[in-house]
Protein backbone atom coordinates (compact mmCIF):
# COMPACT_ATOMS: atom_id res chain seq x y z
CA UNK A 1 0.00 0.00 0.00
CA UNK A 2 1.71 3.46 -1.14
CA UNK A 3 1.50 6.04 1.79
CA UNK A 4 0.35 8.61 -1.11
CA UNK A 5 -2.88 8.93 -1.94
CA UNK A 6 -3.94 5.78 0.66
CA UNK A 7 -7.46 4.57 1.53
CA UNK A 8 -8.14 3.90 4.87
CA UNK A 9 -11.54 4.13 6.67
CA UNK A 10 -13.10 7.83 6.20
CA UNK A 11 -11.39 8.49 3.03
CA UNK A 12 -7.96 9.32 0.86
CA UNK A 13 -5.01 10.85 2.34
CA UNK A 14 -2.68 13.14 0.35
CA UNK A 15 -0.04 12.45 3.15
CA UNK A 16 3.18 11.26 2.56
CA UNK A 17 5.01 9.28 5.76
CA UNK A 18 7.93 7.67 6.62
CA UNK A 19 8.43 3.77 7.40
CA UNK A 20 8.51 5.15 10.61
CA UNK A 21 5.11 7.10 10.76
CA UNK A 22 3.54 4.52 8.80
CA UNK A 23 4.26 2.04 11.70
CA UNK A 24 3.51 4.69 14.42
CA UNK A 25 0.06 5.05 12.61
CA UNK A 26 -0.22 1.36 12.14
CA UNK A 27 1.01 0.63 15.63
CA UNK A 28 -2.20 3.21 17.04
CA UNK A 29 -4.69 1.83 14.36
CA UNK A 30 -4.45 -1.31 15.97
CA UNK A 31 -4.45 -0.74 19.82
CA UNK A 32 -6.93 2.40 20.07
CA UNK A 33 -9.68 2.15 21.70
CA UNK A 34 -12.65 4.53 21.21
CA UNK A 35 -9.61 6.87 23.43
CA UNK A 36 -7.20 5.11 24.63
CA UNK A 37 -3.70 6.69 25.88
CA UNK A 38 -0.18 6.00 25.05
CA UNK A 39 3.51 7.48 26.25
CA UNK A 40 6.13 7.49 23.35
CA UNK A 41 8.66 5.69 25.76
CA UNK A 42 5.88 2.67 25.59
CA UNK A 43 5.54 3.13 21.12
CA UNK A 44 9.19 2.96 20.93
CA UNK A 45 9.53 -0.12 22.46
CA UNK A 46 7.22 -1.73 21.01
CA UNK A 47 8.67 -0.71 17.53
CA UNK A 48 12.29 -0.75 18.42
CA UNK A 49 12.20 3.15 18.80
CA UNK A 50 13.21 5.85 21.29
CA UNK A 51 10.59 7.81 22.62
CA UNK A 52 12.14 11.06 20.96
CA UNK A 53 11.52 9.38 17.67
CA UNK A 54 8.02 8.57 18.70
CA UNK A 55 7.25 11.87 19.46
CA UNK A 56 9.07 13.62 16.14
CA UNK A 57 7.62 11.30 13.70
CA UNK A 58 4.21 12.11 15.67
CA UNK A 59 3.67 15.48 14.61
CA UNK A 60 2.75 14.26 10.39
CA UNK A 61 0.23 12.14 12.20
CA UNK A 62 -1.86 14.99 14.29
CA UNK A 63 -2.07 16.98 11.20
CA UNK A 64 -3.02 14.80 8.43
CA UNK A 65 -5.75 13.33 7.86
CA UNK A 66 -6.45 10.17 9.42
CA UNK A 67 -9.06 7.69 10.32
CA UNK A 68 -7.52 8.08 13.94
CA UNK A 69 -6.87 11.75 16.11
CA UNK A 70 -3.41 12.41 17.96
CA UNK A 71 -3.61 14.94 20.46
CA UNK A 72 -0.23 15.26 22.50
CA UNK A 73 -1.83 14.99 25.95
CA UNK A 74 1.01 14.74 28.99
CA UNK A 75 4.50 14.82 29.91
CA UNK A 76 5.34 13.57 32.98
CA UNK A 77 8.68 10.76 32.20
CA UNK A 78 7.01 10.58 28.65
CA UNK A 79 5.02 12.22 26.35
CA UNK A 80 1.19 10.78 26.55
CA UNK A 81 -0.11 11.18 23.36
CA UNK A 82 -4.43 11.28 23.50
CA UNK A 83 -6.06 8.71 20.73
CA UNK A 84 -9.13 8.61 19.54
CA UNK A 85 -10.41 6.35 16.83
Do not use: C
Not at 13 to 19: A, F, G, R, S
Amino acid sequence: MSATARQHGSGTTQTTLTDKQRAILEYLREHADSQTYFKSRLIGEELDMSAKEVGTNMKPLQEGEFDIDVEKWGYSSSTTWMVTA
